[in-house]
C-alpha cells in the first residue's frame, strides 16, 4: 500500500505527471492512491512496465519499458475508463 499513500499526499502541484514503473499490482495502487485524494485533484499517469504480467499495460499496447518511454517524450495520452468493481463473496 506505500503507493496508494505517496499518491494520495502527494504534493501534486509540484509535478507534471506521476510515472508508475512496476506490474499490475503498482498500477493498481497509483490509480487508487489519485482517486483517494482529499482534494479531489487529477494529474496524467504513466505506466512503465517491469511487473510479472503486466496485464495493464499490455491491454494498453504496453508492451515493454521502451514503447512507455517512448509515449512519455512524445506527450501521448491514451485515455481509459477506470471503473470499481466490489465482490461480496459468501
Request: hydrophobic residues 40%.
Amino acid at each position: 500500500m506505500d503507493a496508494v499513500n505517496i499518491v494520495k499526499n502527494l504534493d501534486i502541484d509540484s509535478y507534471s505527471a506521476i510515472v508508475s514503473v512496476g506490474g499490475d499490482g503498482t498500477s493498481h495502487e497509483v490509480i487508487n492512491g489519485l482517486f483517494m485524494r482529499p482534494d479531489k485533484k487529477k494529474i496524467p499517469l504513466a505506466f512503465l512496465p517491469n511487473g510479472t504480467g503486466n496485464d495493464f499495460c499490455i491491454n494498453l499496447a504496453l508492451e515493454n519499458i521502451d514503447k512507455g518511454l517512448d509515449y512519455i517524450i512524445k506527450g501521448d495520452i491514451i485515455k481509459t475508463d477506470i471503473f470499481r468493481v466490489l465482490l461480496d463473496w459468501q
